[in-house]
């Protein structure tokens, strides 16, 4: 018998989730003392200082367990969206609640989950190892949604359909209304998951946002995340708004201690400090028009964003993973897109001033000099 006889089958093929590099990796394979990363959309400021002040004053208490359902983080959380504490359920990341979410709806071999072609790697992760059926239906033209398709792919059987908005890679997004419409048009077992981890950086964001729409449908959950606006990627943070049965269940399901103690207290700490989300999506949105402005001079083609990243297609038009290797040599990481099917293009998340501009020069370097 072979090791992996033991493993399911229809796991058996899986591959890791494809992370952005790491930059020590990268200071090492190239022998570089200074490497930027822009691959993974954390915040170009990175933690907020009352949120290292806290963790810091918090450190005596790692001996203690948090409280199972982290109920102070759900109170605060309640509060500063104005929805119901009973709605909201915290989790390790919000990889893990979209992992419940599979897990707690899905009757393996039995229902489907609907999302784009391509979408986030954890919905198509998730729902495989679950033994749940996945319709991607494609995304139109540049990366438009085609939510009527989307609503076609579903049946009597799909438990969830998964929405980014706004969308990773592309930056797309929907205007909240386009959303309401959605979920008033899926067949009645169907739960739309709208996915906002980006949606604080679209402008305006009333515009977009569901939370302070959440009232106007019950069969919605949005999901939100600590590890991009709020800084807190390496934490571990995010958290779910659903209707108050399903958030019961997921309570009842969950991990009790899967968000930990020092999450909880710097999740408090982010809520609280306003000026740094401020001047996060100040240097997000200047950041954002100034890469546009200028990646589209060296000859990009550059997919609108209403998210804290670019997607676009290099100027050496066929050769996106060499440009993607000429700037690692150069000490600039960004994020290739052939896990996602697209390897024509690359995404760059926005950094701060100095940052935005290391990566400009090394593309132009690139561009006038070769590889
Ligand atoms: C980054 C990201 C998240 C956040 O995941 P966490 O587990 O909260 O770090 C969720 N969804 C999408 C589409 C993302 O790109």
Redesign the pocket.
């Known amino acids: 018998m072979q090791s992996s006889d033991r493993i399911r089958e229809d796991v058996r093929e899986f591959t890791p989730y494809a992370p952005g590099l790491s930059m020590e990796e990268i200071k090492e394979r190239y022998g570089l003392s200074r490497v930027v990363k822009l691959a993974s959309?954390e915040n170009p400021l990175g933690a907020s200082p009352l949120v290292k002040r806290v963790l810091a004053r918090k450190a005596d208490m790692v001996f203690r367990y948090p409280r199972a359902g982290n109920p102070a983080l759900t109170a605060a959380l309640a509060a500063f969206h104005g929805v119901p504490q009973a709605c909201v359920v915290a989790g390790n990341?919000?990889?893990?609640i979209i992992d419940l979410l599979v897990r707690l709806t899905c009757r393996p071999g039995h229902d489907n989950v609907v999302a784009f072609s391509p979408c986030?790697s954890?919905y198509v992760q998730q729902t495989k190892l679950c033994g749940v059926t996945l319709r991607q239906p494609a995304l139109g033209p540049d990366f438009v949604f085609d939510l009527p398709a989307l609503a076609a792919a579903c049946d009597e059987n799909t438990a969830l359909v998964f929405l980014?908005n706004p969308d990773?890679p592309s930056g797309y997004a929907v205007p909240a209304e386009q959303v309401i419409a959605l979920a008033r048009s899926l067949p009645p077992r169907a739960l739309l998951v709208v996915?906002e981890?980006?949606v604080d950086f679209a402008e305006p964001m009333e515009d977009y946002s569901m939370l302070a729409r959440f009232g106007q449908c019950d069969n919605m959950v949005i999901?939100r995340?600590?590890?991009?606006l709020y800084g807190l990627?390496g934490l571990?943070?995010?958290f779910g708004v659903m209707p108050e049965w399903l958030a019961d269940y997921m309570l009842r399901v969950r991990l009790p201690f899967s968000v930990n103690l020092m999450a909880e207290a710097a999740g408090l700490a982010a809520l609280e400090d306003t000026a740094f989300v401020e001047a996060s999506l100040a240097t997000v949105r200047k950041g954002r028009a100034a890469l546009t402005a200028k990646l589209t001079d060296l000859g990009c083609r550059v997919y609108p964003s209403q998210a804290n990243f670019l997607m676009f297609r290099p100027p050496l038009e066929t050769d996106a993973a060499g440009v993607f290797e000429a700037l690692l040599r150069r000490g600039l990481i960004v994020r290739g897109l052939k896990s996602y099917g697209l390897p024509e293009l690359l995404r760059v998340s926005i950094g701060n001033d100095e940052e935005n501009d290391m990566f400009t020069a090394a593309l132009k370097d690139i561009r006038e000099n070769g590889f």
């Open positions: 959309n990341g919000s990889d893990e986030f954890i980014t990773n996915d981890a980006y999901l995340t600590f590890s991009k990627a571990r943070l995010g």
